[in-house]
């Protein structure tokens, strides 16, 4: 079992930053990659940022340039750094790990919201 837990989330104007964290605890060995999901109101939820133990990561178009995803495995945290902030932006956005070929963990979701 793998245990994500959000944080950092909140509200901020438009074009500002926020950072946000994921705290990684259980059986870490067994992930395979890490990533941020959002879920927008009236919008399918969508892949924003994953970064895999070996290859590259990936961005979704819409956050490319503005948002960094992080791994730090000491701390066992990933990150993800947003700037440039756009009211589409807004979402619940959730901690998503990968296990094995089929496992998947959530986090509980942590609130953002960029006032125009």
């Known amino acids: 079992q793998v245990q994500l837990v959000e944080s950092g989330g909140g509200l901020v104007q438009a074009g500002g930053s926020l950072r946000l964290s994921c705290a990684v605890s259980?059986?870490?060995?067994?992930?395979?990659?890490m990533g941020w999901y959002r879920h927008a109101p009236g919008k399918q939820r969508e892949l924003v940022a994953r970064i895999p133990n070996r290859g590259n990561t990936n961005y979704a178009d819409s956050v490319k340039g503005r948002f960094t995803i992080s791994r730090d495995i000491i701390k066992n945290t990933v990150d993800l750094q947003m700037d440039s902030l756009k009211p589409e932006d807004t979402a619940v956005y959730y901690c998503?790990?990968?296990?094995?070929?089929?496992?998947?963990?959530w986090g509980r979701g942590t609130q953002v919201t960029v006032s125009s």
């Open positions: 259980g059986n870490r060995f067994m992930i395979s990659a």
């Open positions: 998503h790990a990968a296990a094995g070929s089929s496992l998947e963990y």
